[in-house]
Nanobody, 127 residues
């Protein structure tokens, strides 16, 4: 079965860092564009970052530019989200998602574009 499993979340102080991982099983990750999304309590799901199949094209929501970095290691079938300079407003459940892209060099920040989803990992930024 096609599965995505997030890990790496936890409690961190403001200004700290976390690296989230999204591990795929049951399919070859390099056939898919991958997105990271987050959802805070009472809020809509928001696209945070995404990466194309090769990693050559990435996108970020404005609020995380310069602080978050998405990357992928297709040999490990894993995508990462490095989160630096974390802020309390970054507190949310973070999800990864996968889809076969319409074009090989593209990715998407809209949740409705994705077919496969992980269960999420909690990130809490608090002192």
């Amino acid at each position: 079965q096609l599965q995505l499993v997030e890990s790496g979340g936890g409690l961190v102080q403001p200004g700290g860092s976390l690296r989230l991982s999204c591990a795929a099983s049951g399919f070859t990750l390099n056939d898919y564009a991958i997105g990271w999304f987050r959802q805070a309590p009472g809020k809509e799901r928001e696209g945070v970052s995404c990466t194309s199949r090769s990693g050559g094209s990435t996108k970020y929501v404005d609020s995380v530019k310069g602080r978050f970095t998405i990357s992928r290691d297709n040999a490990k079938n894993t995508v990462y989200l490095q989160m630096n300079s974390l802020k309390p407003e970054n507190t949310a459940v973070y999800y990864c998602a996968a889809v076969r892209p319409r074009y090989g060099s593209t990715c998407y920040l809209n949740a409705y574009d994705y077919d496969y989803w992980g269960q999420g990992t909690q990130v809490t930024v608090s002192s």
